[in-house]
C-alpha cells in the first residue's frame, strides 16, 4: 500500500530527502505533498520535483501517513502542532528533523497518543550512504517509517539519549572526513604534486582505505602492522603523527561537537 508523506516546510534538508526517495523510487512524486510559509518555495518545489504544494496544508494532513516535520527549533512548533492535531489522523505518525527538540517535547506539543520518530538526518542523502539517527517514542515502530528513512540513506535505532552524540559523531562526521582529506591534498602539494594529482592520489586512497577495511575485515591496527616494516616508511610517518595531537584533536573535536549539540538543544 502506498504511504503519503507530507512535509511541513520545505527547506534545505526536506529537499535532500525528497530528491533522494523520488531519485530511489521509495515514494511516487504523487505521494509527496509540501507545505512550506514561504510561497516560491512552494512553486519551486512543485516545478522542481513535481510535488504538490501549497501554503494551506489542511487536506493534506489529513492524507498524511507520514508528516514529516522540517522546520527550524525556533520556528513556531506550537502552531504546526496543533495544525497536525486539527487535521491529520491520530495514527499519522509524525517524523521531527528538528534539531534539539526531544520527544518529550513533541509529546507535550502533540499529545501522547501518537507515534512519533525524532530523525538526525545524514547529509550525504544524495549519495544513498551514511547513517540517520532515529529514536521512536512508545508508540512508533520501525515497521511505520523504515521504507521511508531508508529513501535517503541507512538507518540506526538508537536510543534517544544517543541523539546528541549521534550529530556530532555521526552525522557531523563527513565534516571531520573532509577536513582530513583537505589536509592530506594539502600534503601532497607540500611534497610537490599538482593539487590535482595530490587530490585524484588522496580520494583514491580514502575509498580504497574503506573498501580494505570492509572487504578483509581488519581492524586499522592489522593493516597498518601489514604495511608498517621494521624501521620503514610508514612507521617514521606514524610516530610523527602520535607525537602530534591527531587523536586527541579529533577526538575533543567529536565532544565539542556532541555537547554544542546538548547546548543547542537547551536554548
Ligand atoms: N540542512 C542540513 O544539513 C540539516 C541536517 C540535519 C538536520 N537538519 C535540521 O533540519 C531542520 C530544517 O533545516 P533546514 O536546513 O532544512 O532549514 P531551512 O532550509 O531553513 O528550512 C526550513 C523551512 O521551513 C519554513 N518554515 C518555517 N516555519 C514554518 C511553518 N510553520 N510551516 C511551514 N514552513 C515553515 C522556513 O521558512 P522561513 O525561512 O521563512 O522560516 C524554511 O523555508 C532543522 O531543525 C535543522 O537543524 C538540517
Known sequence: MTKRIHFIGGGQMSEAIIRAVLTNN????????????????????????????????????????????????QDDLETISKAINTHSTVDAVVVSIVAGVTLKKFEALLGEGRPIVRVIPNTLTDTGLGYSGVALNHLAN?????????????????????????????????????????????????????????????LENVAGA?????????????????????????????????SSDFAAGLQRAVLAAVQRTTALGDE
Open 26 to 73: 521509495t515514494v511516487n512524486k504523487s505521494d509527496i505533498t509540501v507545505s512550506d510559509v514561504i510561497a516560491e518555495r512552494n512553486s519551486y518545489l512543485s516545478e522542481t520535483y513535481g510535488v504538490t504544494t501549497s501554503e494551506l496544508q489542511s487536506a493534506m494532513l489529513s492524507a498524511a501517513d507520514i508528516i514529516v516535520i522540517g522546520v527550524r527549533p
Open 210 to 242: 574503506v573498501e580494505m577495511l570492509q572487504t578483509s575485515g581488519k581492524y586499522p591496527r592489522q593493516l597498518l602492522d601489514i604495511n608498517n616494516s621494521a624501521g620503514g616508511v610508514g612507521i617514521h610517518a606514524l610516530h610523527e603523527l602520535n
Open 142 to 202: 520501525q515497521e511505520q517509517v523504515d521504507f521511508f528513512l531508508r529513501g535517503f540513506g541507512k538507518v540506526m535505532y538508537v536510543d534517544e539519549q544517543l541523539i546528541d552524540s549521534f550529530t556530532g559523531f555521526g552525522v557531523a562526521g563527513p565534516n571531520y572526513v573532509y577536513y582530513f582529506i583537505e589536509s592530506l591534498a594539502d600534503a601532497g602539494v607540500l611534497a610537490g604534486f599538482s593539487r590535482k594529482q595530490a587530490w585524484d592520489i588522496v
